[in-house]
């Protein structure tokens, strides 16, 4: 099956400019999870979607991430503006159920540079 | 607080030497454990669970509940498990539940 889709994979941009990340989970996947990695740092989640409802955004920062999942197949994850902090690996997974021992199937991420 | 703590940023060993990577966590419920793994240039994929018991590619790990530890074991490393491997966790009910909470991984080089 084909794997976990993920657009750009590289992107610079300048400070306060704003960017727009896109995902493409496996095919039947209902669950639909946005990381993000910080150079050093394991992947932390920001956003969880159940097919187009989001299940926990919690550490997702409001103010200038939004993220969605219209049609709960592909998603979109934007930033505006961007902060030099937010430089990362944005990762996108996707898995067929929400359970705890569900497997996660990880795209090839998109490597963000904040100038 | 949930979290996960690999105490090793950098693993060297012998090919052929015995592999224990650390893992401690904090979880005040019953946790799933897994460990994943990022070969160069390569998707992060999942090794093991601890649910399935299984061994894979020569693997294992052990949830020790008293110690609240799962480290990963391999009695004789290979050149091919050199990589960056992550310890996750994830909570069992309500709004954690899926979500993976990881450490800040420890990289295996296995020199020849």
């Known amino acids: 099956e084909a794997g976990v889709a993920q657009s750009p994979r590289y992107k610079i941009i300048e400070k306060r400019q704003s960017v727009a990340f896109w995902c493409n989970p496996i095919s039947g996947h209902a669950t639909l999870y946005w990381y993000q990695q910080i150079l050093g740092q394991g992947p932390k989640l920001l956003i969880q979607f159940q097919n187009n409802g989001v299940v926990d955004d919690s550490q997702l920062p409001k103010d200038r991430f939004s993220a969605e999942r219209l049609k709960g197949v592909d998603s979109t994850l934007k930033i505006q503006p961007a902060k030099l902090e937010d430089s990362a690996v944005y990762l996108c997974?996707?898995?067929?159920?929400?359970?705890?021992?569900?497997?996660?199937?990880f795209g090839p991420g998109t490597r963000l540079l904040v100038l | 607080a949930q979290r996960v703590t690999q105490p090793e940023k950098l693993l060297s060993v012998f090919k052929g030497a015995p592999v224990e990577l650390k893992c401690n966590y904090s979880y005040s419920g019953s946790p799933e454990l897994f460990w994943y793994v990022q070969y160069s240039r390569q998707r992060l994929q999942l090794l093991l669970r601890h649910i399935s018991r299984e061994s894979i590619k020569g693997f294992t790990a052990d949830l020790n509940k008293g110690e609240t530890s799962f480290h990963l074991k391999k009695p004789f490393a290979q050149e091919e498990d050199s990589a960056m491997y992550y310890c996750?966790?994830?909570?069992?009910?309500?709004?954690?539940?899926?979500?993976?909470?990881f450490g800040k991984g420890t990289k295996l080089s296995v020199k020849p």
């Open positions: 997974a996707s898995s067929s159920y929400r359970t705890s021992t569900e497997t996660q199937y």
């Open positions: 996750a966790l994830s909570g069992g009910y309500g709004g954690s539940q899926g979500n993976l909470i």
